[in-house]
């Protein structure tokens, strides 16, 4: 589903310097796999992810979804892959405070054009199913982090993307709750979807097809 | 349900947008009344041939001064050309102040109504209550918006002048120009208020040193012309005919007028400019600060497959509806606003004119000027990676 290769990404230094954070990654998902990668803090984990998702461009390297080389795409097509391709867990969650629960679900599909009953139907089947159906009406300001990354996590597969990334997503969350979500995650990859998590948490390790760890710009198998 | 919540989201850009709004509805208000004022005084001019009696008084309907006697009217009635002569009287209410600002003067004006109103433009005024004057009225008065809300005065009310009843018999609708500070009697009677008013007048009358009956007491006459004829021609006529007499070409007193009133031209661009500066940056800073503090929703939004096209037509829309409302408010405020000055500070005098064009006008320029900087934040806003969107929004 996902396949990486010699990945590239700078950024530039306050003093002007460049700082190279990936320096050829090269990595391949299947659809069914969990890849966990793992790495202290500031190793690049998050960048990863991002060059990976498409949210923000490398500075070299492809990056294929199934058989489509999304890297060599334009704005417009990359924004549409996204929302073909890929749900995004993030470890603050990033739910919109003006929209309820459900709304924040819903907006996946608005812009995949799938709004509709049954789409209605299947995001409060969803939220039902990690239990936060009798929270669909809230705020995110009303709903407790786990909650609240219960509802990103119904966002994330709304659309059935082949494909999710998960960056951190149980950083924000006590041992129960980030267990609700790991759980999730396995699950998703049992109904076949790639799955590709970020974490330092070595829970998050266990079920996974691959284990990375990513030092000094490139992922080593541990 | 939504969009009730996504404009409460925008509340306090709502009220920016409507304070900016406000402000510029206030001023463009005050700039409409005095371009009504200026603009009635030119139709005015431009509908009568003004006569005046050559000595103190240059400029007839503005001031009392020189006589205009009866032959005189006559003879004038007699030129080629003319159709109609007036004679009328205007004398200040008050002498013992000074009138140079005419915006606020209080005249009293007597007509000869046995002579049809020969102005083109006025051939009648607009009454809002009762009914105007009629040949043979004693005593009576019509008076202007402004005079009567200033004094409290209705149909059925009575005034003083020098000393003499008047009842009141008629209101005017609201001009916006100088009749709303009259009071109009019968000419008969401002000859006799003329005659109380001034001592000079009274000294003369008593010595007999002029021969003057009553209907010699005339401070001008208004004069129309023949279909077909050029207004100027006939003044020039007038004057080449008829001695004694001050006659005012309409064209030139047209162009007196918009001299005289240039430095409130001049003070109307600069506070319309001012208005649209100031309140057009404070519109669209508030807009654009409104979509810049969005900047992670964005993100989200672009994350979750919005394309720069979609965005840019949600932000549209939602700038479209606070817009909107902002100025809708504004307007509302600027004219809660202009009714308590008016109502409570302005003695009954009206500082703001809401005109249709004013208002259409601000609301389209803020509409306008709110999405153009909706936009303008969304395109800066979308140049960012999602990513980096996400993250400075953090």
Not at chain 1, 94 to 105: F, G, K, M, R, Y
Not at chain 2, 41 to 54: K, P
Not at chain 2, 322 to 328: A, D, E, F, I, R
Not at chain 2, 374 to 386: N, Q, W
């Amino acid at each position: 589903m996902l396949r990486a290769a010699g990945l590239v990404k700078s950024y530039r230094a306050p003093a002007g310097t460049p700082i190279r954070v990936l320096a050829g990654v090269d990595l391949t998902v299947k659809g069914g796999e969990i890849a966990v990668v793992t790495g202290p803090s500031g190793s690049g984990k998050s960048t990863l992810l991002n060059v990976l998702g498409l949210l923000e461009d490398g500075d070299g390297g492809e990056i294929w979804f199934e058989d489509t080389r999304v890297s060599a795409l334009g704005r417009a097509a990359k924004s549409r892959a996204r929302g073909r391709y890929v749900g995004f867990l993030f470890q603050s969650f990033l739910l919109l405070p003006s929209l309820t629960a459900l709304e924040n679900v819903l907006l996946a599909a608005r812009y995949v054009h799938r709004s509709g009953p049954a789409t209605r139907r299947r995001a409060i089947g969803l939220m039902q199913e990690v239990g936060v159906a009798d929270r669909m009406d809230h705020f995110p300001a009303q709903l407790s982090g786990g909650e609240q990354q219960r509802v990103a996590f119904c966002r994330a597969v709304l659309n059935d993307p082949p494909l999710l990334l998960a960056d951190e997503p149980t950083g924000n969350l006590d041992d129960a709750n980030g267990a609700v979500i790991l759980d999730a995650l396995r699950g998703r990859a049992r109904a076949g979807v790639a799955v590709v998590v970020v974490s330092h948490r070595p829970e998050a390790a266990v079920g996974a097809s691959a284990l990375y760890r990513l030092r000094g710009g490139v992922l080593e198998s541990p | 349900m939504r969009s009730l919540r996504v404009l409460r989201g925008y509340l306090f850009t709502v009220l920016g947008i409507a304070i900016g709004v406000a402000g510029l509805v206030a001023l463009g208000a005050m700039s409409e009344r005095i371009v009504r004022f200026i603009e009635g005084g030119d139709r005015f001019v431009l509908g009568q041939i003004s006569v005046a009696g050559r000595g103190m008084g240059m400029g007839t309907g503005f001031t009392a001064g020189g006589i205009l006697p009866a032959a005189t009217i006559r003879a004038i009635s007699e030129v080629p050309g003319v159709q109609g002569v007036q004679a009328q009287i205007m004398l200040p209410l008050d002498p013992s102040t000074s009138q140079f600002m005419t915006v606020t003067q209080e005249l009293v004006l007597g007509m000869d109504l046995s002579v049809p109103t020969p102005n083109r433009h006025y051939r009648t005024l607009p009454v809002r209550s009762g009914r105007f004057l009629r040949q043979g009225d004693h005593k009576v008065a019509v008076v202007g918006a402004s005079f009567a809300a200033s004094r409290g005065l209705s149909v059925g009310s009575h005034l003083m002048l020098e000393d003499e009843g008047y009842e009141v018999v008629g209101v005017l609708d609201r001009m916006l120009t100088a009749p709303d500070r009259f009071v109009m009697v019968s000419i008969d009677d401002a000859r006799a208020q003329w005659v109380a008013k001034d001592r000079l007048l009274r000294t003369v009358l008593a010595s007999g040193g002029m021969a003057l009956t009553a209907s010699d007491l005339n401070t001008g006459a208004a004069v129309g012309w023949r279909d077909g004829d050029d207004p100027d021609a006939v003044a020039l006529r007038i004057k080449e005919r008829v001695p004694g007499v001050n006659v005012q070409l309409p064209s030139e007193l047209s162009r007196l007028l918009r001299s005289s009133t240039a430095f409130f031209s001049a003070l109307l661009i600069g506070i319309g400019a001012l208005a649209f500066v100031i309140g057009g940056l404070s519109l669209a800073n508030t807009m654009a600060a409104a979509v810049f503090e969005r900047i992670r929703d964005f993100g989200v939004k672009r994350a979750l497959g919005a394309t720069d096209l979609q965005l840019g037509r949600e932000v549209l829309a939602e700038s479209l509806a606070v817009t909107m409302v902002g100025g809708l408010g504004g307007i509302g405020l600027a004219r809660a606003l202009g009714w308590f000055i008016d109502r409570y500070l302005a003695q009954a005098q009206q500082l703001f004119h809401f005109s249709p064009r004013l208002l259409v006008g601000a609301l389209a320029f803020s509409i306008l000027l709110g999405a153009a900087a909706a936009i303008y934040a969304t395109a800066r806003v979308v140049s960012l990676s999602p990513a980096e969107a996400i993250r400075r929004g953090a």
